[in-house]
């Protein structure tokens, strides 16, 4: 073959087609894997007390042995003191390899028959996805919503969770943190849009990996450490909510390359094994390994968080924050 029979390779034409194909691509895979009715779900929280929300936020819950059935008498314990509005729960919910479909033993062995104080079985458990999660199948988390007990809720692989106009969650799967620019398209555009416009007095972002951690696992992965941060400043997000690393951290500053500070609560100690959480200079504001639950109060004036650990009554850790006028 003749080299000027390849001289079209040379023409701008040709390369900015290929680019505008593989674009398109990316998109319409993008857009097939994303169901429509996780672009425009929105959920309604209980909201007992009008003047503050309380919720107990835990993360790697699923190890089915005994330290979980621990966390569990400490939610227990927890939701009678305090009546929260439902406990959010921060992924890898089932280990090793998630759950297989709503009829997996799982359901029972590792949340029904665990949940299961008098105070807990009045309680919504609203869940997000983890990366053990996503080994299973996924979707049998999202179709447990309607096919299971009626307490847990997980209506898409992300959504958006409004206490009135206290507070409003923005649940990420970061697992599969997409961006595009379309918050018709993907979920991290669609979470920021949704946060950015919300009329509530506090704005908090949940995903199962952190974006701060003193923990094993450090920092994140490239693409989610370039798009994570960003998605918080530009959504007015109040504080970050995590599990992943199996410790109690909370941490404040600004990530490289970040364009404000963040508040990053690690809550993944729900019955994993425990990591250790190293003390970040200029970070680290609490790190503690033990097995416990964040509890998280919010009122139109101030958000506030305290650490509990197993085998503890009294609060371990307090942090608040008022609302800036």
Partial sequence: ????????????????GAFGASCFSLLLAAYVAIPSKVISHEIMGKLEDPREVRLLFVGDTGSGNSNQLAVAQLLEELCVAVQPAGVVMLGDNFYHIGVTSVNDSLWKERFEDVYSGECLKKLNFYSILGNHDHRGLPNAQIEYTQNGSGRWVMPARYYALRFGDILEIGALDTSMPDRCGLPS???????????????????????????????????????????????????????????????????HGRPSGSSCKIDQFVSGAGGADIYPAETIADRTLYAESEHGVLLGRFTPHEQRYEFFKVGTPESQYMWSRLKED
């Avoid at 952190?210 to 370039?226: E, M, Q, T, V």
């Fill in 185 to 251: 398209l993907c979920s991290l555009d669609w979470i920021e849009e949704r946060l950015k416009n919300s009329s509530a007095a506090w704005k908090v972002l949940i995903g199962h990996h952190p974006i701060l951690s003193g923990g094993k696992y450090k920092s994140l992965s490239w693409f989610r450490r370039l798009v994570l941060p960003e998605v918080y400043c530009r959504s007015g997000a109040t504080a970050y909510i995590s599990g992943h690393d199996h410790s109690l951290q909370h941490l």
């Fill in 1 to 16: 073959m003749k080299l000027s029979s390849l001289s079209w390779m040379k023409s701008r034409k040709f390369w900015w």
